[in-house]
Nanobody, 127 residues
Framework: QVQLVESGGGLVQAGASLRLSCTAS????????MGWFRQALGKEREFVGA????????YYADSVKGRFTISRDNAKNTVYLQMNSLKPEETAIYYC????????????????????WGQGTQVTVSS
């Protein structure tokens, strides 16, 4: 079992930056691709980005390309989401998730590809 805990959310103004962290316990995540998703109030959960187990590949939703960056520190069992130039429409609960398959080189964007989820952290972007 993998337990994931997100942190770093908060209230910021449009154009600001935030860095979210996702720390795992119970089992090392070094073998798993990791994804970030978000869910706004009244909307479906959507893919934000993902990183392969060895950091060799990252994959982003078109809406965040060039502004968001995912990285990981396997020694710390932690994945990060650096978010720059935040927009009010990006207000949502942000979740990290661990892939259900080990050593996936091309991380996937589908929710069902991920077995373990954190409880989420709220990001609110004011205009």
């Amino acid at each position: 079992q993998v337990q994931l805990v997100e942190s770093g959310g908060g209230l910021v103004q449009a154009g600001a930056s935030l860095r979210l962290s996702c720390t795992a316990s119970g089992r090392p995540i070094s073998r798993f691709a990791m994804g970030w998703f978000r869910q706004a109030l009244g909307k479906e959960r959507e893919f934000v980005g993902a990183i392969s187990w060895n950091s060799g590949n990252t994959y982003y939703a078109d809406s965040v390309k060039g502004r968001f960056t995912i990285s990981r520190d396997n020694a710390k069992n932690t994945v990060y989401l650096q978010m720059n130039s935040l927009k009010p429409e990006e207000t949502a609960i942000y979740y990290c998730a661990a892939d259900r398959v080990e050593f996936r080189l091309v991380p996937l964007r589908m929710i069902y590809a991920y077995d373990y989820w954190g409880q989420g952290t709220q990001v609110t972007v004011s205009s």
